[in-house]
Nanobody, 123 residues
Framework: VQLQASGGGLVQAGDSLRLSCVLSGGTFSSYNLAWFRQAPGKEREFTAAINLSGTSTPYADSVKGRFTISRDNAKNTVYLQMNSLKPEDTAVYYC?????????????????WGQGTQVTVSS
């Protein structure tokens, strides 16, 4: 199973950006998915997760109300819609997957990771 993330870029504070992550080599609908991020000099932190059916979507407090995670099982893709971006959202964003199980905020629960996509928000 492989994950390929895309959609990062350089934007200004207040702008929006949508990240995408395509899963290949597995049955997409059987994977719980998540986005994590890692800023320079900081540990990787949980951002958002989504369960198999898309009915459970936990978020980190820092992004709640601004970010939306969703999935399209027909396209094998998970999205992260990021609105009202702030400079502190600057990070490399990683998508992650775990077969069945449940969505989790713990990185150790995920066994498949994408390569990361850089998001830079200027003030």
């Amino acid at each position: 199973v492989q994950l390929q993330a895309s959609g990062g870029g350089l934007v200004q504070a207040g702008d929006s950006l949508r990240l995408s992550c395509v899963l290949s080599g597995g049955t997409f609908s059987s994977y719980n998915l998540a986005w994590f991020r890692q800023a320079p000099g900081k540990e990787r932190e949980f951002t958002a997760a989504i369960n198999l059916s898309g009915t459970s979507t936990p978020y980190a407090d820092s992004v709640k109300g601004r970010f939306t995670i969703s999935r399209d099982n027909a396209k094998n893709t998970v999205y992260l819609q990021m609105n009202s971006l702030k400079p502190e959202d600057t990070a490399v964003y990683y998508c992650a997957a775990v077969y069945l199980s449940v969505p989790s905020a713990f990185a150790s629960m995920y066994d498949t990771w994408g390569q990361g996509t850089q998001v830079t928000v200027s003030s």
